[in-house]
């Protein structure tokens, strides 16, 4: 049965050398199936970290000293749940694909790594291009990177990332590098991934617009803690924490500056 919940409990990741705070302290955080949960800070509080070493892809001079990961309850290594249970897109879709190989080779490793039998490649290929918003597969997939726009590249992280069939995504900043009718475009995607395929998003961003479009819940971080987590409701009206206050009225003050303190 497909997973329905992914929890990460008690993660504290650090960097060597030296004594310094963690990087990220004791982050308790829970998914469920077809939720957006949106992971919120501002450049530095750890948000990447967090999703880095939920997975245990930390960077080099980096380590995790505690955390476990938890699928519906059980505890699980991180190895066997990365691509498989949790699918990953990140920033900057350019740097995430080899200039060299077509799309379809980056479907076909990404396919030979998780193990799919070959008789079934072109069925799983098809249907993960046509959820994410990617018409004309068979052109896209004789294609270079350097042939595609920074949108398409972004479908096709996320094509890859639905190829896995994993139940949950991490996407670290996903629309940030993208012009804004694109962002929308892949925003709209990522909804309709959660209500057709009832993906669980963790959603990595500091922007409180992409927030209110597709977030439930919202979690809050500061110097490498939660501060603050909440329904999307009570997060924009009732703000607790001055951290996600700040966030709010910045937010406001853009986009609603009649509303804004
Ligand atoms: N390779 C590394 N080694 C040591 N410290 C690092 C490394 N990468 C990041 N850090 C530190 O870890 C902390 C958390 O960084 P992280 O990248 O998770 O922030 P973030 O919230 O994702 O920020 P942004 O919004 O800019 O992406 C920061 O203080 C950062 O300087
Ligand atoms: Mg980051």
């Known amino acids: 049965m497909t997973a329905r919940r992914l929890d990460i409990a008690n993660l504290t990741v650090r960097a060597r050398g030296g004594a310094r705070a963690p990087l990220v302290a004791g982050i308790d955080l829970s998914l469920s199936s077809g939720e957006v949960l949106a992971l919120v800070g501002a450049s530095g509080s750890g948000k990447s970290m967090t999703c880095a070493g939920a997975l245990d892809v930390l960077p080099p001079g980096t380590w995790r000293e505690t955390g476990t990961l938890l ?3 059980e505890p699980c290594q991180p190895k066997t749940v990365r691509g498989r249970k949790v699918a990953t897109i990140l920033q900057a879709p350019r740097s995430a694909f080899n200039p060299v190989l077509t799309m379809r080779r980056h479907a076909e490793e990404t396919l030979k790594a998780l193990g799919f039998p070959k008789p079934r490649w072109d069925a799983i290929i098809a249907s993960a291009m046509a959820d994410a918003g990617l018409g004309e597969p068979d052109r896209i997939l004789a294609l270079h990177p350097f042939e595609m726009s920074g949108g398409m590249l972004q479908r096709m992280m996320i094509a890859l990332a639905l190829m896995s069939e994993a ?8 629309t940030t590098d993208l012009d804004l009718i694109v962002q929308s475009e892949i925003l709209d995607c990522l909804d309709r991934l959660r209500k057709e395929r009832g993906l669980g998003i963790l959603l990595v961003t500091h922007d409180m617009g992409v927030v209110a479009r597709l977030a439930d819940r919202v979690a809050v971080m500061e110097a490498g803690r939660i501060v603050e987590t909440g329904g999307i ?3 924009f009206h009732e703000p607790a924490h001055p951290v996600t206050r700040r966030l709010v009225d910045a937010h406001l003050s853009l986009y609603a500056p009649d509303v804004a303190p």
């Open 71 to 73: 699928v519906d309850g």
């Open 167 to 174: 139940p949950f995504l991490f996407a670290d900043e996903p």
């Open 233 to 235: 409701d009570r997060m």
